[in-house]
C-alpha cells in the first residue's frame, strides 16, 4: 500500500506539471475529471503539491477542496487501517 501511494502521488504530481505545459502550449489538455479521480485512488497530496509547485488549477476552489477532501479522506482510512493491524 505504502509504495502504491508513493507512486500514484508522483504520478498526479507530474500529471499537473504536464497539463499546466500544455495549457501554456494551448494544446489539449488532461481533463478536471481526471486529475480529481487519480486524487481520489490516493494521489491527493501529489495533487496538492502539484497546484502548489506549477501555479496550476489554483484559483479553481474545486480542485482544492477535493484534493483536501480526499487527503483527509485517506489519512481517515490509515488510522482505521493500522488501528486493525
Do not use: P
Not at 484534493?67 to 493491524?85: A, C, D, P
Request: aromatic residues 18%; charged residues 15%.
Amino acid at each position: 500500500m505504502k509504495y502504491y501511494l508513493i507512486i500514484i502521488n508522483i504520478f498526479l504530481f507530474i500529471l499537473y506539471g504536464i497539463d499546466e505545459l500544455l495549457a501554456i502550449k494551448h494544446k489539449e489538455r488532461i481533463s478536471g475529471f481526471a486529475l480529481s479521480l487519480i486524487s481520489l485512488c490516493g494521489g491527493s497530496i501529489g495533487g496538492i503539491l502539484g497546484m502548489i509547485t506549477f501555479h496550476h488549477k489554483t484559483k479553481k476552489i474545486k480542485f482544492w477542496i477535493l484534493n483536501i477532501l480526499f487527503t483527509t479522506l485517506w489519512i481517515i482510512y490509515f488510522f482505521v487501517y493500522i488501528k486493525n493491524y
